[in-house]
């Protein structure tokens, strides 16, 4: 099955500042890379994906980079802004069963 | 974009009692379902992939018997938590696969299970 591993585990920035989180995956054959944000008590929620196809996705202050060579994508926020404070999970599919792995997420805290 | 619907978003129940969780798919079929738990602090962990029409299947670890799931239609699967214990408490989630190869996930809202 796929494993997943991300870092940091916590990352604080200030206003403004950059913040990048980075995962590796196992499993060559996946070929879909998500993004996902999530506040307390509430569901995941996607902000950016990539598929194998291409090597970087950007929205607006967010983008997202894939190495297929090395198995790594990390995830890029700039403009860091306090509502952007929350965890931050990637995950990718495990190809046997479809269903997603997730990273161990990342606890992003942006100062004001 | 698909929906997903899970209630209910919170229950507490008393030790030794079952708890019922529903995801349905609102605007789309889906004949696969995951069920993940979520403790305290800690990533998403699969705990069962939910099949239409056939049994459900589950991660190592995971008991079958005190989590029980049903899918027996195209919009619906039920995770009932039997027998609930304290160590049970967490957040359940389901999600739904699509996209073009189906490896896209849509997530229900989630429920916060205490078992007291």
Redesign the interface.
């Known amino acids: 099955g796929e494993n997943v591993e991300q870092h940091p585990s916590t990352l604080s920035v200030q206003e403004g500042d950059s913040a990048v989180i980075k995962c590796t995956y196992s499993d060559s054959a996946s070929?879909?890379f998500?993004w996902y944000k999530q506040e307390l008590?509430?569901?995941?929620q996607?902000i950016i994906?990539i598929r194998s196809n291409v090597g970087e996705k950007k929205d607006q202050r967010i983008a997202v980079t894939l190495n297929k060579t090395a198995k790594h994508f990390s995830l890029h926020i700039t403009e860091t802004q306090p509502e952007d404070s929350a965890v931050y999970?990637c995950a990718a599919?495990d190809t046997g069963?479809?269903?997603?792995?997730?990273?161990?997420?990342t606890r992003l805290q942006v100062q004001p | 974009g698909a929906v997903v619907s899970q209630h209910p978003s919170r229950v507490i129940c008393k030790s030794g009692t079952s708890v019922k969780i529903e995801c349905r798919s609102l605007d789309f079929q889906a004949t696969t379902m995951f069920w993940y738990r979520q403790f305290p602090k800690q990533s998403l962990m699969l705990m069962a992939t939910s099949n239409e029409g056939s049994k459900a299947t589950y991660e190592q670890g995971v008991e079958k018997d005190k989590f029980l799931i049903n899918h027996a239609s195209l919009t619906l699967s039920t995770l009932t938590v039997t027998s609930a214990h304290p160590e049970d408490s967490s957040f359940y989630i389901c999600s739904a696969p699509t996209g073009s190869t189906n490896t896209e996930a849509f997530f229900g809202q989630g429920t916060r299970l205490t078992v007291v």
């Open positions: 070929n879909y998500p008590g509430k569901r995941p996607l994906d999970f599919p069963r479809r269903a997603l792995t997730f990273g161990s997420g």
